[in-house]
């Protein structure tokens, strides 16, 4: 099967149901475990990109937060809240079949604080220069919250199984 060709035909569909011009497929083994289109349009939800309901199928499927041995397809250069989540299920490979770039004649989707063409550097910034505000409320119980974790867990700072470089 043509796993790129599947997943710009869930986007196509999506676009003609109304929905936004993205779609992301994951394999494992040869075959599709989840795929998905961006429904963000129909439900509302800023994050219902299509990668993230994808990893969550995928995920709830393997029984894990962890999608090593797989390869996911998304149709465009992931936005930043998919790729760090593409980071955190931790793929073999994802495969982009085009660029922001080659897409921004036809789509943009800029929002008040969020630029495809600043993010990185905004995001970079430290949090009392960004254009999000953002305000820190030191609490020592938030910070006894991540003790009481390594507690419960035979002092491991790290969740079980997690893949490591």
């Given at each position: 099967?043509d796993?790129?060709?599947?997943?710009?035909?869930l986007?196509?569909?999506?676009v003609?149901?109304?929905?936004?011009?993205?779609?992301?497929?994951?394999?494992?083994?040869?075959?599709?475990?989840?795929?998905?289109?961006?429904?963000?349009?129909?439900?509302?939800?800023?994050?219902?990109?299509?990668?993230?309901?994808?990893?969550?199928?995928?995920?709830?499927?393997?029984?894990?937060?962890?999608?090593?041995?797989?390869?996911?397809?998304?149709?465009?250069?992931?936005?930043?809240?998919?790729?760090g989540?593409?980071?955190?299920c931790?793929?073999?490979?994802?495969?982009?079949?085009?660029?922001?770039?080659?897409?921004e004649?036809?789509?943009?989707?800029?929002?008040?604080?969020f630029e495809?063409?600043?993010?990185?550097?905004?995001?970079?910034?430290?949090?009392?220069?960004?254009?999000?505000?953002?305000?820190?409320?030191?609490?020592?119980?938030?910070?006894?919250?991540?003790?009481?974790?390594?507690?419960?867990?035979?002092?491991?700072?790290?969740?079980?199984?997690?893949p490591?470089?």
């Amino acid at each position: 099967m043509d796993f790129a060709q599947r997943t710009i035909d869930l986007a196509r569909r999506n676009v003609e149901e109304g929905g936004r011009p993205f779609a992301t497929v994951i394999v494992k083994d040869g075959e599709i475990l989840a795929e998905s289109p961006n429904l963000v349009a129909q439900t509302s939800d800023p994050t219902a990109h299509a990668e993230v309901l994808a990893i969550r199928e995928a995920c709830r499927k393997l029984g894990t937060e962890h999608l090593t041995g797989t390869t996911i397809y998304v149709l465009a250069h992931p936005c930043p809240m998919c790729l760090g989540s593409l980071y955190y299920c931790s793929p073999d490979e994802v495969v982009f079949l085009t660029t922001r770039d080659a897409y921004e004649p036809h789509y943009v989707d800029d929002r008040k604080y969020f630029e495809l063409a600043t993010f990185y550097g905004e995001f970079a910034k430290d949090y009392t220069e960004r254009r999000l505000p953002m305000t820190y409320r030191p609490r020592q119980d938030a910070v006894d919250v991540y003790r009481r974790w390594q507690q419960r867990n035979g002092g491991e700072r790290r969740v079980a199984g997690t893949p490591t470089a």
